[in-house]
């Protein structure tokens, strides 16, 4: 089914390149049918790529979905025009009476400062604790997942000897939940960062349970107990050759930085990446929208319920 976004969005001429359906608002509105409101939070510097990245992943399913891009107003880009942000983007006070079916809140590349110093982090806990009442599902990435468990239930983020880049194997560690649903015993997916969540502090939290982990690359999905928060702490949205732009960028920088693991045929950088990941990623966006949005939010948004636990 098509996502309604709007079609000046350079992100939906690259959808439509892959026969992915990109409504127009137009069109959409004259249809005799409700779609998912689903906001997505873009701190990621690279805003057009981010963007591009989701909706092809959003656009992988059933279901008609109308896409509300926002920004934190307490940040100036220095990556992305201010015109661009002006044409695409709305900041929270813009949406802060209207409700939605689900948010996605993005990482971005701040892990190494403390949650308080970062220029938006006041307006992050205000939007994080607005989706209490207005929005029904909130998936959290990486960086993002990280703000999110601290702000809601006090999990703090770690310090790793060095940056965890690369596509690890994990473990699905659950059997009913329905974000799982199709999952394989075994399934690879993206990570790059420099901190982390440690089980420890997980498995003690009461509402909080770890559905998937890695070996190597630790927790990687965490949801609350009642499933309107799903934390994922890697990637799953990386495109074949993101972790290699950003390799490059870091050795462009002259940091002491490891090749992303798992990554390269032969773990060689001259080779192609092996693209291992794909399924699993498009699996869990699938059964987020499916059985955390579609299936749970009200028809009337207004019905919205307020949490009334830490869910």
Not at 120 to 136: A, H
Not at 170 to 192: C, K, M, N
Request: aromatic content about 12%.
């Amino acid at each position: 089914m098509p996502i309604n976004i709007n079609t000046k969005l350079p992100a939906a001429r690259t959808l439509a390149k892959e026969g992915i359906f990109v409504m127009p608002d137009e069109k959409a509105k004259i249809q005799d049918i409700r779609p998912l409101r689903i906001a997505i939070l873009n701190i990621m510097p690279t805003k057009e790529q981010t963007e591009t990245q989701l909706l092809r992943l959003l656009a992988n399913s059933p279901l008609q979905i109308e896409v509300v891009f926002l920004r934190p107003a307490t940040h100036q880009s220095k990556n992305t025009p201010a015109a661009y942000l002006k044409a695409f983007y709305k900041t929270f006070e813009e949406v802060r009476h209207e409700r939605f079916d689900g948010m996605i809140i993005t990482g971005a590349p701040v892990e190494k400062i403390p949650f308080e110093q970062v220029t938006y982090w006041q307006e992050l806990m205000d939007i994080m604790e607005w989706t209490r009442s207005n929005v029904y599902a909130v998936m959290y990435i990486c960086w993002a997942a990280q703000a999110g468990l601290n702000y809601h239930y006090g999990i703090e983020k770690h310090f790793l000897d060095q940056k965890l880049s690369g596509v690890f194997q994990h473990t699905r560690l659950q059997e009913h939940y329905p974000i799982l649903r199709g999952f394989d015993d075994v399934f690879w997916a993206p990570h790059s960062r420099y901190t982390e969540v440690r089980r420890e502090d997980i498995v003690d939290n009461p509402y909080l349970q770890i559905m998937c982990e890695s070996e190597e690359s630790g927790v990687y999905i965490v949801s609350a107990k009642k499933g309107r928060r799903l934390f994922v702490t890697g990637h799953p949205e990386y495109t074949t050759n993101t972790l290699r732009a950003e390799y490059d960028r870091d050795l462009k920088k002259g940091m002491d930085i490891e090749m992303p693991r798992h990554y390269f045929t032969d773990d060689d950088p001259t080779k192609d990446v092996i693209v291992k990941w794909k399924a699993h990623s498009n699996l869990l966006f699938c059964n987020w929208l499916n059985y955390y949005v579609y299936q749970e939010t009200p028809y009337d948004l207004e019905a919205i319920l307020p949490e009334e636990d830490a869910i």
